[in-house]
């Protein structure tokens, strides 16, 4: 069986194709990889984290007994553990890479495996192609777990509270901490759960964790930060305004939010806001990098702030390239993955998660006041998605058929541009946009449209539909 990197990461069906035996071997291809191409200043040494899902745990020790019989000295977590502390944990300890046992936010029948590179940050393409191409180039090699940890080559170890005082010292915690914040946290059921309330225990900020209880299942949902996850906390909300609610996703590198009463608040909104506190009240300077299916109001904020912006394609480790060249304000991706500077090239949903309560902790005023100045500065900039089944085979003449035939305007303004390095990307004179690529991981084809109102964005996805049925 053939396994094959996505956007972030090998992902498979627990049982069927996601199994111990495919782990082990993907284990020993990347083993081998790391021992072909040593990196100077690193040690042999490799980070394994896990999140809540099924049988996560025995899947990452399988990994540990693989690299430990590769002669690596092996780090394991005793508990499920979010990926950017893993992350962190690479970059800290001086490891040649990591592995985190995750599937991020995909259905709960699904497991994967993230590659992390020496700096911290999800592992290039490059990297990922040439671990597949060693796929059964050895036997694979293991010693037991039991028998690893006797012989010290695997040791036990939580690299929560290492992280945790990392971003203690990325975000002004004092000004957090005396800021008397009531915010709650939706974990979506994932490795965040907790994470705020211990950051934050001691201080005068109140949190409330909401799904926070390990279920395999995740209550019925796929642990994603988008709207139709967020049914229970948003009536939650109603009844028990908070400040804010911060949402991170199932391994907890990504984040969301809806206001204190309930209201979703798009991913973009997040990034804006946070674009505008690091340049207006910290002052900050510096390239800004985003993936292509980002909002174009980060276009006029870097615009009207004389900031270089770069946009790549979709998926994190495109960022992290760029962030790695150093001189990066701020990284960020439409799912919520946002990476900061000084800190890893990676995105980290708590890290955001508190420099947005930084953000309300300097302003004073209500997040939906915050997103309406941007709004009047920059233009109103509404945004929706549809994710559609649509096969597999049909995508690449789905494709091609989008690059040959570009509508001629989009609602009434003219085209102004096509972009086709990841998807394709219809961009009117006006500004709104429409964008339709497939999933890295499943057979789903994700539609996006950016407009000047909800309606407008109603319109430009039900074209997109309309595009999917020419195929």
């Not at 059964?136 to 690299?159: P, Q, Y």
């Amino acid at each position: 069986m053939s396994i094959k990197f996505g956007t972030d990461g090998w992902r498979a069906v627990i049982a069927d194709e996601f199994t111990f035996a495919n782990v082990a071997r993907v284990s020993q291809a990347t083993a081998d990889y790391w021992t072909q191409n040593p990196v100077a200043g690193t040690e042999r040494k490799v980070i394994i984290g896990y999140d809540r899902r099924f049988a996560s745990d025995t899947f990452a020790g399988r990994a540990a007994e693989v690299f430990a019989g590769n002669g690596f000295r092996v780090i394991l977590t005793p508990c499920p553990t979010p990926t950017p502390s893993v992350s962190y944990a690479v970059k800290a300890l001086h490891a040649i890479g990591g592995v985190m046992i995750t599937a991020s936010h995909n259905p709960p029948a699904f497991n994967g495996f993230k590659l992390k590179s020496h700096y911290g940050g999800s592992a290039e393409s490059e990297t990922c192609q040439a671990v597949e191409k060693l796929l059964d180039r050895n036997a694979v090699r293991s010693k037991a777990l039991a028998e690893a940890i006797k012989a010290k080559l695997i040791r036990i170890k939580d690299v929560r509270p290492a992280h945790y005082a990392a971003l203690k010292r990325l975000v002004d915690f004092k000004l957090i901490a005396g800021s008397r914040l009531r915010f709650a946290h939706e974990a979506l059921f994932g490795v965040g759960a907790g994470c705020f309330e211990e950051l934050l225990a001691g201080t005068t900020c109140r949190v409330t964790t909401l799904n926070g209880e390990h279920d395999v299942m995740f209550g019925g949902i796929n642990p994603e930060p988008v709207k139709q996850n967020y049914g229970r906390s948003s009536a939650f909300l109603k009844k028990h305004p908070h400040d804010i609610c911060l949402v991170t996703d199932g391994d907890a590198d990504r984040v969301g939010g809806m206001d204190g009463q309930g209201n979703y608040l798009t991913t973009h909104q997040l990034i804006c806001l946070l674009l505008h506190h690091f340049v207006v009240n910290r002052q900050g300077r510096g390239r800004v990098v985003k993936a292509l299916n980002t909002t174009s109001m980060l276009d006029a904020m870097c615009a009207a702030y004389g900031l270089e912006l770069i946009e790549t394609g979709v998926g994190f480790k495109y960022i992290a390239a760029e962030m790695i060249k150093g001189g990066v304000l701020l990284g960020a991706e439409e799912s919520g993955g946002i990476g900061f500077p000084n800190h890893i090239p990676e995105r980290d949903g708590i890290a955001a998660g508190l420099m947005l309560l930084e953000l309300l902790a300097t302003e004073r005023v209500s997040v939906n006041k915050l997103i309406a100045n941007l709004a009047k500065q920059f233009g109103p900039h509404h945004y929706g998605r549809i994710d559609t089944r649509f096969p597999l085979e049909k995508r690449a003449e789905l494709m091609e058929f989008l690059r040959k035939n570009p509508p001629a305007r989009l609602l009434r303004s003219p085209l102004a541009d096509v972009k086709t390095y990841d998807g394709v990307k219809f961009i009117a004179q006006d500004s709104s946009w429409l964008m339709l690529r497939g999933s890295g991981t499943e057979p789903i084809l994700r539609i996006y449209a950016e407009a000047k109102s909800d309606a407008d964005v109603g319109k430009l996805l039900s074209h997109g539909v309309r595009l999917t049925q020419q195929v």
